[in-house]
């Protein structure tokens, strides 16, 4: 299967802990995207890469917030000091200029 | 910047009814219009595309949808629905004009319940 895979599929953290999650992309994509969304709602954008670089940041990415794409390959999505309204599906997308294909999702519950 | 509105966020149909989920944008600029569905838990997988060309577009599962540039409209449609077809649906937009940035800005959703 050569889709978008994230990893972990779930993670329940406590309040305060830090948590990663992984993304890897279609290889042959160049732009990575991280799009939130909550419950009942259109995903939101994150942040977005083309290649190492991360092109763009959203007003929703707090300084908890880091993302990385270490060499334009994987890129990771960092939360510190977690809080319960970061609970939400954290959703990845490799792009191939136009048309962006999603990866399954890491749902995040704070408790 | 762009915005998407999906009038309808509960769709319920009979199986083998036919259904429409409507959806407007806002837009200054040239658009690539996209419907996507996601099954519960899971990530969201593309339905169709619009990037150009003809404006009636078809895509995987029997769904097909028209873009409506004067009316700013791409609505989806499905003659006949089963029961494996409910589901979210987002209708979402990029700007492939603004920066060579295609992020998407999506629509609330709208849930399709197909009742036998």
């Known amino acids: 299967d050569t889709g978008v895979s994230q990893d972990p599929r779930h993670k329940i953290t406590k309040r305060g802990q830090n948590v990663t999650f992984r993304c890897d992309p279609i290889?042959?994509?160049?732009?990575l995207y991280w799009y939130r969304q909550t419950l009942g709602q259109g995903p939101e954008f994150l942040t977005y890469?083309?290649?190492?670089?991360?092109?763009?940041k959203s007003r929703l990415l707090s300084d908890r917030f880091s993302a990385e794409r270490p060499k334009g390959s994987f890129s990771t999505l960092e939360i510190q000091r977690t809080e319960q309204g970061d609970s939400a599906m954290y959703l990845c997308?490799?792009?191939?200029?136009?048309?962006?294909?999603f990866g399954q999702g890491t749902r995040l519950t704070v408790v | 910047a762009q915005s998407v509105t999906q009038l309808d966020s509960q769709v319920p149909v009979f199986e083998e009814a036919p259904v429409e989920l409507r959806c407007n944008y806002s837009s200054s600029v040239s658009v690539y219009l996209f419907w996507y569905v996601q099954y519960p838990n899971q990530g969201l997988q593309l339905l169709l595309k619009?990037?150009?060309?003809?404006?009636l577009v078809k895509g995987i599962n029997g769904f097909e949808a028209e873009f409506n540039k004067s009316q700013t409209s791409f609505h989806l449609r499905k003659p006949s629905v089963h029961i494996s077809d409910t589901a979210e649906y987002f209708c979402?937009?990029?700007?492939?004009?603004?920066?060579?940035?295609?992020?998407?800005?999506f629509g609330a959703g709208t849930t399709v319940t197909v009742r036998a």
């Open positions: 290889s042959e994509h160049n732009r």
């Open positions: 619009y990037l150009s060309g003809s404006t």
């Open positions: 979402a937009v990029s700007e492939p004009s603004n920066a060579n940035d295609y992020k998407l800005s």
């Open positions: 997308a490799s792009s191939d200029r136009m048309v962006a294909f």
């Open positions: 890469f083309q290649n190492e670089a991360q092109l763009e």
